[in-house]
């Protein structure tokens, strides 16, 4: 037996894998000790499988996210515990899978798991998706992917804001500015605290906005008309700050809002800004 190779190591590998002990030597031999590289030489083997951990629920995890000049990528990979998620293993796996997401510049999740696997092509990465399950032990699950390009003026900034180690990603798009990303950022922050669910009060379902409405009108029944009119106005108003993230007040100065916020920073800098895109991501969610 080689010195790097332990029977120890052995045992571990045969339990990962189901696969014999002397073909489980065989593998550490040939990867030099490395685990993850013994799995993966008993994969190609066909004699290692993951089938067993398919089915295991996967509610932990972490959210890749990658984002330059050429626009953002995110991912969300699952695995069934936050001890594994804090794994190096697992979150080198993650940030190997969002480089080559933002390379593929794609969000078609089916043809991604189906590229070769950047750090060895002649796997896949839903093949070194089974490789690495082996060698954490637990299932592992590409849940979803997005992938969005730069706007073709070039005048955009993106900001990313990453809570809770991975597990909470808010991604904020402005436009009219290429060097805002700071500002971006802010906002992504807020956004991850706020929750909202659209940009502005334009982007709400008019189906929405009148059930917020008969709502209102429901609880104030036998009132005059003129003061129904504002109780439903004042009403949709505060409806607007709890779902529109212009409306609301930006997290770090409550005294301006969102979009107050936008405007101010655009003038300061002489040019009008847009905020035209954003997203929360939270695992499991």
């Given amino acids: 037996?080689?010195?790097?190779?332990?029977?120890?190591?052995?045992?571990?590998l045969r339990a990962q894998t189901g696969v014999g002990l002397t073909k489980c030597k065989e593998a550490l031999e040939a990867s030099e000790g490395d685990l993850e590289k013994a799995v993966?030489?008993?994969?190609?083997?066909g004699l290692a499988s993951a089938g067993k951990k398919e089915s295991r629920e996967t509610k932990e995890g972490?959210?890749?996210?990658?984002?330059d000049g050429k626009g953002f990528s995110l991912i969300e990979v699952n695995v069934e515990t936050d001890f594994v998620a804090s794994n190096d293993v697992f979150k080198g796996f993650v940030k190997n899978l969002v480089g080559a997401l933002h390379?593929?510049?794609?969000?078609?999740?089916?043809?991604?798991?189906?590229?070769?696997y950047p750090e060895d092509p002649s796997v896949t990465v839903d093949q070194q998706r089974a490789v690495v399950m082996q060698t954490v032990g637990e299932n592992i699950r590409i849940n979803k992917i997005a992938f969005r390009s730069s706007g073709k003026n070039g005048k955009e900034s993106c900001g990313i804001y990453s809570h809770g180690n991975g597990k909470n990603v808010a991604v904020v798009v402005i436009e009219g500015c290429d060097k805002c990303d700071a500002l971006a950022k802010d906002?992504?922050?807020?956004?991850?605290a706020s929750s909202p669910d659209y940009i502005c009060k334009e982007d709400i379902p008019s189906e929405i906005i009148e059930r917020e409405k008969e709502v209102?009108?429901?609880?104030?029944?036998?009132?005059?008309?003129?003061?129904v009119d504002k109780i439903v106005e004042g009403k949709l108003s505060s409806f607007y700050k709890e779902v529109c993230l212009l409306e609301q007040p930006f997290v770090k100065d409550p005294d301006k809002t969102v979009g107050q916020l936008l405007e101010e920073q655009g003038k300061a800098n002489?040019?009008?800004?847009?905020?035209?895109?954003f997203s929360n991501w939270k695992i499991g969610a």
Avoid: C
Avoid at 187 to 192: E, F, L, S
């Fill in 216 to 227: 209102i009108i429901s609880q104030i029944q036998g009132k005059p008309q003129s003061v």
């Fill in 270 to 277: 002489g040019v009008s800004l847009t905020l035209t895109y």
């Fill in 40 to 45: 993966l030489y008993l994969r190609k083997l």
């Fill in 1 to 12: 037996m080689k010195a790097n190779t332990s029977m120890e190591d052995i045992k571990t």
């Fill in 103 to 116: 390379a593929f510049a794609s969000d078609d999740l089916e043809k991604f798991l189906a590229l070769p």
């Fill in 187 to 192: 906002i992504a922050m807020h956004v991850v």
């Fill in 62 to 67: 972490l959210i890749g996210a990658w984002a």
